[in-house]
């Protein structure tokens, strides 16, 4: 399909009108793309089924956008994934995420075609990027959104996003200023089916970056950090170990959880008493009383000198063999099975 | 060098219950803290402040008149000076006007050599006042910041990117955005704490004080709603271990309780 | 009528609420069980200008007064009695006695360290035959030239053993008695003659140094005379009047968490099919808590601007310390109560500040005495003198 007219026609009529009329003449939806090894990121068929969902709604075109070098070749898969077209930034200048280069070059795209609303995926690059870019185009911004929809009685875009420690969701719309910009919390939007036979137009632009170079000089790409550890009164999550895990095996165990969840380490009273945890780590009666978002008790029966530490949290998950254990008449999720064996398995679900 | 930070007040969220049945929010308790991202923003300026000679740390914050408050604490926490902007014309503030207000205190201020936010709000989440701040001076952003440090006219801040961490440079002017668990605040000296509301003085801009246009304070963004997620039931699980172990991650996640 | 704490003092209590939380928590079971002070926190609360809070800042103390110290009391009193105990004495008796009748000398040479933490200070007043009947004290201050020499032992003098500054009551004329035959010195622990004797092995607030101080032959320069010549006995009593209201301060903070812990737990324990939080007799412990603690919340802060505006507080402070630690006593009680066996266990808080507890109706002034002090200030407008 060829869509060279399209720029013509906008070109023309943004001869005839003010640019900043608003509303008028912003069309279709953006989804400004990453990739990384080849391959588009999850995030941004994410953002593609979610572009392409609300597209048909309001009867609109899906345009795809590419930064970085030697990503032509993917424009093919978005159009897979849902997209009409796809503008290219194909540069060696993009190769490395240069966040006034970035922003420049969907800027000029967006100033040349206007859209209604772009959509990016809240990633680092993302939650860098898109604040930059809506202040450059001098528009609204709904960030982390985890729900987006049409009102197709205004022709808004709806944002939902979480604040309050996702206790509460807030939902915004942005009446006036275009495009409308959202930034999709990873994990929250469904995947949408390749369809390869789908066709589309895949133009890669011409760059206008003369003389400008990034800020950022990208260093070293696989550095370390430590981080301060986090007192166990602080912590949001806890995994939380009991005699059942039984020996220093099984205790490493719970660590590798803690770790793959990014939580804290403690334990049971039966716990200190192996010498798996420090006085510190105690949960409960003889310990401390905490108020995490997640606590994960392995292979402990959780009585009331234990279940006092922790009456507070917020999510409770236990892992038990036996059902009837108190712990698992007071969790959110009880969990009937060996820990011992429950645990790498979830290691190896999450990934 | 001048550091700049900007400082926002937020109702403790120690005082308020959420009632997911009710769908309600509950303010037992109102009193006012500074959010902790600005609090690490804080703390990562003063050890910048430690680590080089001669630099200063002002806090800003734009907010209503009990952001005073806020602005003390940050003196009594060991920023050189602090200035309040406030007045009714931003009372309907999204953060594209905070941007807007921000950014001019930080201009009449003589702009900075660098500015310090937390990556995001503790109370909103938005994590758009750096970036924004950055594009609407001109300065060199870095995002997401875990360790920090300045030379030579040079920022170096290591972020995670990719699955690690990265080691980044960046020219000053720039505008960094701190990880609020890599800069635990200090505790604020006694003395300071008295001096921060006896002796010290904490200015109040105001909107013809920066220099604004009324009209350019229209929030972008409108609000719609609130809502509330679905009450915690509790479910039970049993089964071979790896089925069940599938079935407690995609609940979790689900649940929003895991990334 | 405001009776919100000015804004300075609020943020001063989440300042310190967090250090006590993160620094003086961890360490309250663990310091009790090896029976030794705790040197690491008040090196921390040192930096922070806390082991000098109601001195002026110029004195370099916080600037607080006795409203910002009987803060800090209340909050290290609700997590741990022993550092209370420490940094109390520290504080409320020894620093004080120089802040309320130093020479500016003096309060330069040793105030300014012991409000910067620099170094620790001790109370010298009690001896093995002189508790209540303080003037029955018997260690001598003899003149020699240029300097007093001191001989005596002191007992169960709180931080004996770590203290650099020591405030000791010598008598310096046997004919005297107690109006102007004591004086009050300055002494430094690194003088020769300086000693400890044995160290006490309390019941409770073992977290602290309860020690023998022996003095022979001690010199101190006549520069160290605190106070007026001969008017020790008033230096004295001028402390100990301060240090009751922040006592009961500390005695506030333990009958709160007495009171924390127990809501906690009985909402937590369920005994005949509901938690015990529904059971009236938990209620009406609770309720008469509650009322113990706030009525001494008021007294405590009362007395405290009392002493910040220079108002008599004599009496008040009396009845902070002597309703203060029997409030702190019926609390701790009540809480030992309704956590039925679980208090009794030393795998729990109760236990510990149950021991605690005990020693404060008895140190700086028993309420006998402090019921004593009361009774002769009330009859005191009449010209009725009652000795104390």
Same mark, same amino acid.
């Given at each position: 399909?060829?869509?060279?007219?399209?720029?013509?026609?906008?070109?023309?009529?943004?001869?005839?009108?003010?640019?900043?009329?608003?509303?008028?003449?912003?069309?279709?939806?953006?989804?400004?793309?990453?990739?990384?090894?080849?391959?588009?990121?999850?995030?941004?068929?994410?953002?593609?089924?979610?572009?392409?969902?609300?597209?048909?709604?309001?009867?609109?075109?899906?345009?795809?956008?590419?930064?970085?070098?030697?990503?032509?070749?993917?424009?093919?898969?978005?159009?897979?994934?849902?997209?009409?077209?796809?503008?290219?930034?194909?540069?060696?200048?993009?190769?490395?995420?240069?966040?006034?280069?970035?922003?420049?070059?969907?800027?000029?795209?967006?100033?040349?075609?206007?859209?209604?609303?772009?959509?990016?995926?809240?990633?680092?690059?993302?939650?860098?990027?898109?604040?930059?870019?809506?202040?450059?185009?001098?528009?609204?911004?709904?960030?982390?959104?985890?729900?987006?929809?049409?009102?197709?009685?205004?022709?808004?875009?709806?944002?939902?996003?979480?604040?309050?420690?996702?206790?509460?969701?807030?939902?915004?719309?942005?009446?006036?200023?275009?495009?409308?910009?959202?930034?999709?919390?990873?994990?929250?939007?469904?995947?949408?089916?390749?369809?390869?036979?789908?066709?589309?137009?895949?133009?890669?632009?011409?760059?206008?970056?003369?003389?400008?170079?990034?800020?950022?000089?990208?260093?070293?790409?696989?550095?370390?950090?430590?981080?301060?550890?986090?007192?166990?009164?602080?912590?949001?999550?806890?995994?939380?170990?009991?005699?059942?895990?039984?020996?220093?095996?099984?205790?490493?165990?719970?660590?590798?959880?803690?770790?793959?969840?990014?939580?804290?380490?403690?334990?049971?009273?039966?716990?200190?008493?192996?010498?798996?945890?420090?006085?510190?780590?105690?949960?409960?009666?003889?310990?401390?009383?905490?108020?995490?978002?997640?606590?994960?008790?392995?292979?402990?029966?959780?009585?009331?000198?234990?279940?006092?530490?922790?009456?507070?949290?917020?999510?409770?998950?236990?892992?038990?063999?036996?059902?009837?254990?108190?712990?698992?008449?007071?969790?959110?999720?009880?969990?009937?099975?060996?820990?011992?064996?429950?645990?790498?398995?979830?290691?190896?679900?999450?990934? | 060098?001048?550091?700049?930070?900007?400082?926002?007040?937020?109702?403790?969220?120690?005082?308020?219950?959420?009632?997911?049945?009710?769908?309600?929010?509950?303010?037992?308790?109102?009193?006012?803290?500074?959010?902790?991202?600005?609090?690490?923003?804080?703390?990562?300026?003063?050890?910048?402040?430690?680590?080089?000679?001669?630099?200063?740390?002002?806090?800003?914050?734009?907010?209503?008149?009990?952001?005073?408050?806020?602005?003390?604490?940050?003196?009594?926490?060991?920023?050189?000076?602090?200035?309040?902007?406030?007045?009714?014309?931003?009372?309907?503030?999204?953060?594209?006007?905070?941007?807007?207000?921000?950014?001019?205190?930080?201009?009449?201020?003589?702009?900075?050599?660098?500015?310090?936010?937390?990556?995001?709000?503790?109370?909103?989440?938005?994590?758009?006042?750096?970036?924004?701040?950055?594009?609407?001076?001109?300065?060199?952003?870095?995002?997401?910041?875990?360790?920090?440090?300045?030379?030579?006219?040079?920022?170096?801040?290591?972020?995670?990117?990719?699955?690690?961490?990265?080691?980044?440079?960046?020219?000053?002017? !720039?505008?960094?955005?701190?990880?609020?668990?890599?800069?635990?605040?200090?505790?604020?000296?006694?003395?300071?704490?008295?001096?921060?509301?006896?002796?010290?003085?904490?200015?109040?801009?105001?909107?013809?004080?920066?220099?604004?246009?009324? !009209? !350019?304070? !229209?929030?972008?963004?409108?609000?719609?709603?609130?809502?509330?997620?679905?009450?915690?039931?509790?479910?039970?699980?049993?089964?071979?271990?790896?089925?069940?172990?599938?079935?407690?991650?995609?609940?979790?996640?689900?649940?929003?309780?895991?990334? | 009528?405001?009776?919100?704490?000015?804004?300075?003092?609020?943020?001063?209590?989440?300042?310190?609420?967090?250090?006590?939380?993160?620094?003086?928590?961890?360490?309250?079971?663990?310091? %009790?069980?090896?029976?030794?002070?705790?040197?690491?926190?008040?090196?921390?609360?040192?930096?922070?200008?806390?082991?000098?809070?109601?001195?002026?800042?110029?004195?370099?103390?916080?600037?607080?007064?006795?409203?910002?110290?009987?803060?800090?009391?209340?909050?290290?009193?609700?997590?741990?009695?022993?550092?209370?105990?420490?940094?109390?004495?520290?504080?409320?008796?020894?620093?004080?006695?120089?802040?309320? %009748?130093?020479?500016?000398?003096?309060?330069?040479?040793?105030?300014?360290?012991?409000?910067?933490?620099?170094?620790?200070?001790?109370?010298?007043?009690?001896?093995?035959?002189?508790?209540?009947?303080?003037?029955?004290?018997?260690?001598?201050?003899?003149?020699?030239?240029?300097?007093?020499?001191?001989?005596?032992?002191?007992?169960?003098?709180?931080?004996?053993?770590?203290?650099?500054?020591?405030?000791?009551?010598?008598?310096? %004329?046997?004919?005297?008695?107690?109006?102007?035959?004591?004086?009050?010195?300055?002494?430094?622990? %690194?003088?020769?003659?300086?000693?400890?004797?044995?160290?006490?092995?309390?019941?409770?607030?073992?977290?602290?140094?309860?020690?023998?101080?022996?003095?022979?032959?001690?010199?101190?320069?006549?520069?160290?005379?605190?106070?007026?010549?001969?008017?020790?006995?008033?230096?004295?009593?001028?402390?100990?009047?301060?240090?009751?209201?922040?006592?009961?301060?500390?005695?506030?903070?333990?009958?709160?968490?007495?009171?924390?812990?127990?809501?906690?737990?009985?909402?937590?324990?369920?005994?005949?099919?509901?938690?015990?939080?529904?059971?009236?007799?938990?209620?009406?412990?609770?309720?008469?808590?509650?009322?113990?603690?706030?009525?001494?919340?008021?007294?405590?802060?009362?007395?405290?601007?009392?002493?910040?505006?220079?108002?008599?507080?004599?009496?008040?402070?009396?009845?902070?310390?002597?309703?203060?630690?029997?409030?702190?006593?019926?609390?701790?009680?009540?809480?030992?109560?309704?956590?039925?066996?679980?208090?009794?266990?030393?795998?729990?808080?109760?236990?510990?500040?149950?021991?605690?507890?005990?020693?404060?109706?008895?140190?700086?002034?028993?309420?006998?005495?402090?019921?004593?002090?009361?009774?002769?200030?009330?009859?005191?407008?009449?010209?009725?003198?009652?000795?104390?």
């Amino acid at each position: 399909m060829d869509f060279s007219f399209f720029g013509d026609e906008l070109e023309e009529e943004a001869g005839k009108k003010t640019i900043e009329e608003v509303g008028e003449g912003y069309r279709n939806i953006w989804v400004v793309g990453q990739t990384a090894h080849d391959a588009l990121l999850p995030v941004t068929l994410e953002a593609m089924g979610q572009a392409r969902g609300m597209a048909d709604q309001i009867g609109v075109y899906v345009y795809g956008v590419l930064l970085g070098e030697g990503v032509e070749a993917l424009g093919e898969t978005m159009i897979a994934y849902g997209a009409d077209r796809v503008l290219v930034a194909d540069d060696p200048a993009l190769a490395e995420y240069q966040p006034e280069l970035y922003v420049k070059v969907v800027a000029d795209l967006v100033g040349q075609y206007r859209p209604e609303i772009l959509l990016l995926s809240a990633t680092e690059l993302g939650n860098d990027l898109a604040p930059r870019l809506a202040q450059r185009l001098n528009t609204g911004l709904m960030s982390h959104c985890t729900r987006l929809s049409i009102d197709m009685s205004e022709r808004l875009l709806v944002g939902t996003f979480r604040v309050l420690g996702g206790e509460v969701f807030h939902t915004v719309v942005c009446p006036e200023a275009r495009p409308q910009i959202a930034t999709l919390q990873p994990g929250y939007f469904r995947v949408p089916y390749e369809d390869s036979n789908r066709s589309g137009d895949v133009k890669r632009v011409e760059l206008n970056l003369a003389g400008q170079a990034g800020r950022l000089a990208w260093i070293d790409m696989g550095t370390t950090v430590e981080l301060p550890p986090v007192p166990l009164r602080k912590a949001r999550i806890v995994v939380s170990a009991g005699r059942g895990m039984g020996d220093a095996d099984g205790f490493a165990l719970v660590q590798k959880l803690a770790e793959a969840l990014g939580g804290v380490v403690a334990g049971s009273r039966g716990a200190f008493d192996e010498g798996w945890i420090g006085e510190g780590q105690i949960v409960g009666v003889g310990g401390q009383l905490i108020t995490p978002d997640l606590y994960v008790a392995c292979g402990l029966s959780g009585d009331i000198y234990h279940y006092f530490g922790l009456q507070d949290a917020k999510f409770i998950v236990a892992i038990n063999p036996d059902e009837n254990a108190p712990i698992m008449k007071v969790a959110h999720m009880a969990v009937v099975g060996d820990a011992r064996q429950v645990i790498p398995a979830m290691l190896d679900a999450l990934g | 060098m001048k550091i700049i930070v900007p400082v926002k007040q937020i109702l403790d969220p120690k005082g308020i219950t959420v009632r997911r049945d009710k769908e309600r929010i509950f303010i037992n308790r109102e009193e006012y803290i500074v959010d902790l991202g600005s609090k690490a923003a804080i703390e990562a300026a003063l050890r910048l402040k430690e680590s080089v000679a001669d630099a200063e740390v002002i806090a800003l914050s734009m907010g209503k008149p009990q952001a005073d408050d806020a602005l003390r604490e940050a003196l009594a926490i060991g920023c050189d000076a602090a200035y309040l902007l406030s007045d009714k014309a931003f009372k309907e503030a999204d953060i594209t006007v905070t941007v807007h207000i921000l950014a001019a205190a930080i201009k009449k201020l003589g702009g900075a050599d660098l500015i310090v936010a937390g990556r995001e709000s503790s109370d909103t989440g938005a994590g758009q006042i750096g970036p924004r701040l950055a594009e609407a001076l001109d300065y060199a952003q870095v995002t997401d910041v875990y360790a920090l440090a300045v030379a030579d006219g040079m920022l170096q801040a290591t972020r995670p990117w990719a699955h690690s961490y990265a080691a980044v440079k960046a020219p000053l002017p !720039a505008v960094v955005t701190v990880a609020l668990e890599a800069f635990p605040p200090r505790y604020a000296h006694g003395a300071r704490i008295m001096s921060a509301y006896r002796d010290w003085n904490v200015p109040v801009w105001t909107c013809a004080d920066l220099g604004l246009d009324e !009209a !350019a304070l !229209a929030p972008l963004l409108s609000f719609r709603g609130e809502s509330f997620p679905p009450p915690i039931e509790a479910e039970k699980f049993r089964g071979d271990p790896a089925s069940v172990a599938q079935e407690v991650v995609m609940a979790l996640r689900l649940q929003k309780v895991i990334g | 009528m405001d009776f919100t704490f000015p804004k300075e003092y609020q943020l001063f209590r989440r300042m310190v609420r967090e250090f006590v939380e993160n620094e003086v928590r961890p360490l309250a079971k663990v310091i %009790d069980r090896e029976h030794r002070v705790p040197h690491e926190t008040v090196k921390k609360a040192a930096k922070l200008g806390l082991m000098g809070v109601p001195f002026p800042q110029k004195y370099g103390g916080m600037g607080g007064g006795e409203i910002g110290y009987c803060i800090l009391a209340e909050e290290l009193g609700r997590v741990c009695s022993s550092t209370a105990t420490v940094i109390g004495a520290h504080i409320g008796i020894a620093a004080m006695a120089i802040h309320l %009748d130093g020479t500016e000398e003096q309060k330069q040479k040793y105030l300014v360290p012991l409000a910067q933490g620099k170094a620790i200070g001790a109370f010298g007043l009690t001896e093995a035959q002189a508790g209540s009947d303080a003037a029955a004290i018997k260690t001598t201050a003899v003149r020699d030239g240029d300097q007093f020499v001191l001989n005596g032992a002191k007992v169960f003098i709180t931080n004996g053993d770590i203290a650099d500054t020591i405030i000791v009551m010598a008598v310096t %004329d046997p004919t005297l008695g107690a109006y102007g035959g004591i004086t009050a010195f300055i002494a430094e622990t %690194d003088s020769p003659g300086f000693s400890i004797g044995s160290l006490e092995n309390k019941m409770g607030i073992r977290g602290s140094s309860t020690a023998e101080c022996v003095f022979q032959d001690v010199r101190v320069p006549k520069e160290n005379v605190l106070g007026q010549f001969g008017a020790g006995f008033l230096t004295f009593m001028k402390s100990l009047d301060i240090g009751r209201a922040s006592l009961g301060a500390a005695c506030l903070g333990g009958a709160q968490a007495a009171l924390e812990s127990s809501i906690n737990w009985a909402r937590a324990r369920e005994q005949f099919g509901a938690p015990i939080a529904t059971k009236q007799s938990v209620h009406f412990m609770l309720s008469e808590m509650f009322v113990d603690i706030e009525a001494l919340r008021s007294l405590v802060y009362r007395t405290a601007w009392l002493i910040d505006t220079h108002q008599p507080h004599v009496m008040e402070a009396a009845a902070c310390k002597l309703f203060g630690s029997e409030t702190a006593h019926r609390c701790i009680n009540k809480a030992l109560q309704i956590h039925g066996a679980l208090g009794y266990s030393r795998d729990y808080s109760i236990e510990l500040g149950w021991r605690d507890q005990r020693i404060s109706e008895i140190y700086e002034g028993t309420n006998e005495i402090q019921r004593v002090v009361i009774a002769a200030n009330l009859f005191r407008p009449y010209g009725l003198r009652i000795p104390t």
